[in-house]
């Protein structure tokens, strides 16, 4: 079955203004249009169009008929507390400023931060809880703009030294050296790891303006502007340090901007941010496609709530290169972004005018399909719709392998 699904657009500050409406042949809006949720989850579920009630939402609907809605299977193996749930949600992301740092727990830490708040009593919706279910949120990005701009997870501590012996040099050649500034960063990361130089900038950049991180952060941002700097390899984060301190001034995520990957994701590239990754999503548009969580630790960057010591129990502080997830191509026409997780799976689903070959497959559960380029017709075993451009739709598992008749793209998320 298909199944029509709309939303709106959510209105975070960092939102850029233009992007998903044109994705989606609409008008914008003139305000911050920052996420399209597509999907089940209770923040914003996906209206189901031309429904009536008690049924107008794609939650209440796979509520009261969970098997229909998402197979048996599925419906048995993805519950919270007997009540089973999609466990995927599907995103149209714009960012027109920079997110927030932060990471995402593994379903284990999950399970036992959310046990441990509920019998501390603190309301779900609490400025300061970290915990609003039992679940992980793995997540993945692929750019669907030009460029796609995001910081991911620790770089390699000799791409971190490279980065520290270059703020030296500039540092030097200024017109007023203050060599002690970035030595603080040097002599932390040196003794304590980047787990300890990361929970001092937290804690002592979160303090007021007294600590000696602050000045950590004011020589950093003034150093970035020297020539030195921008004629480095590490330009381009340096360029981020200044964007950031214009959105964030004073935030020590600014410094730890510098040791985290400076990731540029052509058009369909994409990254894979596993539990513990340290991130934020920097300018662009992209389709998002995680599990179906709101669990969300915060590490700068943002006037919400964090937790230090939690965010440094769930932080992965191995140094990475960017976590880029390259797509298989099973069929022509298929390209499927695979993350290990058995929560989701995305497939890019193309075809052009004359070609014989119909892109196509399979699914074993649950599926929402959003067309890029349309209209574009999709069809099943049992039926089959027509989406134009940036409609969406919700097909359930009975449809069993999913082909896309004559031109168009569209983007397939189910489950893994």
């Known amino acids: 079955m298909f199944v029509r699904i709309d939303n709106e657009p ?6 850029d203004r233009g992007l998903i409406a044109a994705f989606r042949g609409r008008e914008a809006s003139g305000a911050p249009e920052a996420e399209l949720w597509l999907g089940a989850h209770p923040g914003s ?7 009536e009630p008690p049924f107008g939402d794609l939650a209440a609907w796979i509520a009261a008929e969970p098997e229909r809605a998402l197979g ?4 048995s193996r993805f519950a919270d507390e007997g009540m089973p749930r999609l466990p995927f949600l599907l995103k149209l992301l714009a960012a027109g400023g920079p997110l927030s740092l932060q990471a995402h727990p593994t379903t284990e830490r999950a399970r036992l931060g959310f046990a441990k708040e509920e019998s501390e009593g603190v309301p779900v ?3 300061d809880r970290n915990y609003r279910d039992r679940f992980h949120k793995p997540e993945l990005v692929v750019a669907l703009s030009e460029t796609f701009d995001a910081l991911s997870g620790f770089r390699p501590l000799d791409e971190v030294a490279a980065v520290i012996e270059v703020l030296r040099d500039a ?18 990361l040196g003794a304590e790891g980047l787990d300890g130089a990361v929970e001092w900038l937290l804690t002592d950049g979160r303090g007021g303006d007294t600590g000696e991180s602050t000045w950590l952060v004011e020589r950093v941002v003034a150093l970035a502007a020297e020539p030195l700097a921008l004629a480095s390899p590490a330009a381009a984060s340096f360029r981020t340090v200044t964007a950031l301190a214009e959105a964030y001034p004073g935030d020590p995520g600014i410094v730890i901007s510098l040791l985290l990957n400076r990731v540029r994701l052509a058009r369909g590239e994409s990254l894979f941010l596993a539990a513990g990754n340290i991130h934020a ?16 630790l915060r590490g700068g960057l943002t006037p919400k709530h964090i937790d230090v010591g939690e965010l440094v129990e769930v932080l992965d502080f191995t140094p990475m290169p960017p976590p880029r997830l390259e797509p298989e191509q099973p069929a022509p026409g298929v390209r499927s972004f695979r993350p290990p997780v058995p929560d989701f799976v995305l497939h890019r689903l193309e075809a052009a005018e004359g070609e014989a070959a119909l892109p196509e497959v399979q699914i074993d559960g649950p599926a929402i399909a959003i067309a890029e380029a349309g209209p574009a017709r999709l069809a099943g075993a049992l039926g089959s719709i027509e989406l134009g451009r940036g409609e969406a739709v919700f097909v359930t598992p009975d449809e069993a392998r999913l082909r896309l008749e004559g031109p168009g793209t569209v983007w397939l998320a ?3």
Do not use: C, F, K
């Open 10 to 15: 959510r209105d975070y500050a960092w939102g």
């Open 45 to 51: 579920p996906s209206r189901i169009v031309g429904a």
């Open 72 to 75: 048996a299977e599925v419906a």
């Open 125 to 127: 919706d609490a400025y």
């Open 171 to 188: 540092d030097a050649a200024s017109a007023e050296p203050q060599p002690g500034a970035i030595e603080l960063l040097a002599v932390r």
């Open 281 to 296: 999503y920097l300018g662009g548009l992209g389709i998002e496609l995680m599990a179906a969580s709101d669990n969300v």
């Open 414 to 416: 189910t489950t893994g």
